[in-house]
């Protein structure tokens, strides 16, 4: 049998073969929990379709959604569209050892700092530039000319294969002592649950009450046919002076409710708002330093390196765990922006995003975030 030396294996059959990759739980704990757990269903996730917690086998029957010959073959998306997840995310993890120096290294794929969740990808080639980009969590032992295989399908828009390629299934075994007592529920992850809901009429409105705890990222999903379900996010509590309850309109024809909650370990650091608050934006290549002071009424002021002072005319700041967009950011008298501030602490970190000029190109840097 395949994989008998000790360690955790990932057992893959897919409707083009089967190929089998180790995971690293001592280099990538976290990853390589999360994956088991989605994998077999011992960790709960949200359906972001419809609100509910499931614990399914989350990847059978997903499909390798991007295939780019000689790089690489990424799934892990419900959708399909490579734009979702399991609800939540986790921090990265890098190690000196694991390195993007050839074929077969199986990895997370994300959206910037910190925002691992199911999707995956496996590499068919060196593809060292995501070196401390990506977390890598896995190699493929055996089955590479499936893997290979599947990199070399025919694509369309997106690099989605023509022909969907189909994980079919995705068995976990465990060889050995060490990687028996391996302890998946350990690892610092989140944790997914429905909330119950108290629903209480209040003249014209509504309003709902749950269990609220620090560090939750709550989410409401609303439907008038239990069918259809439509969500929001309320944002993450980072700090003890947070609501148990929400108030809304009352609907005429009815409405259904469904809570879930995403509980985090500890703090994910990006504010609700940046209000009344100083944000200064120190571009790399040598593209100066803006310094914003945003107002209560979506604009404010700014600064820039050799530049007259200027307003800002509109932005739209969106709260994620442990990650906040303007999105965009507009300024009287320079181009406008997309950004990602990923934060290392609750006063700073990295951010990368677009600037809109006569054409489009990237722009990073580091920023604080001060009071």
């Given at each position: 049998?395949?994989?008998?030396?000790?360690?955790?294996?990932?057992?893959?059959?897919?409707?083009?073969?089967?190929?089998?990759?180790?995971?690293?739980?001592?280099?990538?704990?976290?990853?390589?929990?999360?994956?088991?757990?989605?994998?077999?269903?011992?960790?709960?996730?949200?359906?972001?379709?419809?609100?509910?917690?499931?614990?399914?086998?989350?990847?059978?029957?997903?499909?390798?959604?991007?295939?780019?010959?000689?790089?690489?073959?990424?799934?892990?998306?419900?959708?399909?569209?490579?734009?979702?997840?399991?609800?939540?995310?986790?921090?990265?993890?890098?190690?000196?050892?694991?390195?993007?120096?050839?074929?077969?290294?199986?990895?997370?794929?994300?959206?910037?700092?910190?925002?691992?969740?199911?999707?995956?990808?496996?590499?068919?080639?060196?593809?060292?530039w995501l070196n401390n980009v990506h977390t890598i969590f896995g190699r493929v032992i055996s089955g590479s000319n499936v893997v290979y295989?599947?990199?070399?399908?025919?694509?369309?828009?997106?690099?989605?294969?023509?022909?969907?390629?189909?994980?079919?299934?995705?068995?976990?075994?465990?060889?050995?002592?060490?990687?028996?007592?391996?302890?998946?529920?350990?690892?610092?992850?989140?944790?997914?649950?429905?909330?119950?809901?108290?629903?209480?009429p209040a003249g014209s409105d509504i309003v709902l009450a749950y269990t609220n705890r620090l560090y939750a990222d709550n989410r409401l999903?609303?439907?008038?046919?239990?069918?259809?379900?439509?969500?929001?996010?309320?944002?993450?509590?980072?700090?003890?002076?947070?609501?148990?309850?929400?108030?809304?309109?009352?609907?005429?024809?009815?409405?259904?409710?469904?809570?879930?909650?995403?509980?985090?370990?500890?703090?994910?650091?990006?504010?609700?708002?940046?209000?009344?608050?100083?944000?200064?934006?120190?571009?790399?290549?040598?593209?100066?330093?803006?310094?914003?002071?945003?107002?209560?009424?979506?604009?404010?002021?700014?600064?820039?390196?050799?530049?007259?002072?200027?307003?800002?005319?509109?932005?739209?700041?969106?709260?994620?765990?442990?990650?906040?967009?303007?999105?965009?950011?507009?300024?009287?008298?320079?181009?406008?922006?997309?950004?990602?501030?990923?934060?290392?602490?609750?006063?700073?970190?990295?951010?990368?995003?677009?600037?809109?000029?006569?054409?489009?190109?990237?722009?990073?840097?580091?920023?604080?975030?001060?009071?």
């Amino acid at each position: 049998m395949l994989g008998q030396t000790n360690g955790i294996f990932a057992d893959f059959t897919t409707s083009l073969g089967n190929f089998t990759c180790q995971l690293d739980y001592t280099n990538a704990p976290k990853a390589v929990a999360n994956f088991i757990g989605l994998a077999t269903g011992q960790r709960a996730w949200l359906d972001l379709t419809t609100g509910r917690v499931r614990t399914n086998a989350f990847y059978n029957g997903l499909t390798f959604h991007r295939v780019i010959a000689n790089f690489m073959i990424q799934a892990g998306s419900p959708n399909g569209l490579g734009n979702d997840g399991p609800g939540y995310v986790f921090h990265d993890e890098f190690h000196p050892s694991l390195t993007f120096s050839d074929f077969g290294v199986l990895a997370m794929a994300n959206s910037g700092t910190n925002s691992n969740g199911s999707q995956f990808f496996i590499t068919v080639a060196n593809t060292s530039w995501l070196n401390n980009v990506h977390t890598i969590f896995g190699r493929v032992i055996s089955g590479s000319n499936v893997v290979y295989a599947i990199s070399r399908v025919a694509t369309g828009a997106n690099d989605k294969p023509l022909t969907n390629v189909v994980i079919q299934t995705v068995a976990i075994r465990r060889v050995g002592t060490a990687a028996q007592a391996f302890n998946l529920h350990g690892q610092g992850l989140p944790v997914v649950t429905n909330l119950a809901l108290r629903i209480a009429p209040a003249g014209s409105d509504i309003v709902l009450a749950y269990t609220n705890r620090l560090y939750a990222d709550n989410r409401l999903y609303v439907s008038t046919n239990l069918s259809a379900w439509n969500g929001s996010e309320l944002g993450l509590e980072l700090g003890p002076a947070f609501s148990h309850s929400l108030r809304r309109p009352r609907a005429a024809g009815g409405e259904f409710f469904r809570m879930a909650q995403i509980q985090y370990p500890a703090s994910t650091l990006a504010p609700r708002a940046v209000t009344n608050r100083v944000l200064t934006l120190n571009f790399g290549g040598g593209l100066g330093t803006i310094v914003v002071t945003f107002n209560a009424s979506g604009g404010g002021t700014y600064t820039y390196t050799g530049g007259s002072p200027g307003v800002v005319t509109d932005y739209e700041w969106f709260q994620e765990p442990y990650a906040g967009r303007l999105w965009p950011i507009y300024y009287s008298a320079l181009i406008p922006m997309t950004l990602r501030l990923g934060f290392a602490s609750t006063t700073g970190g990295t951010f990368s995003g677009t600037a809109y000029g006569t054409s489009a190109f990237p722009v990073s840097g580091s920023f604080t975030l001060g009071p």
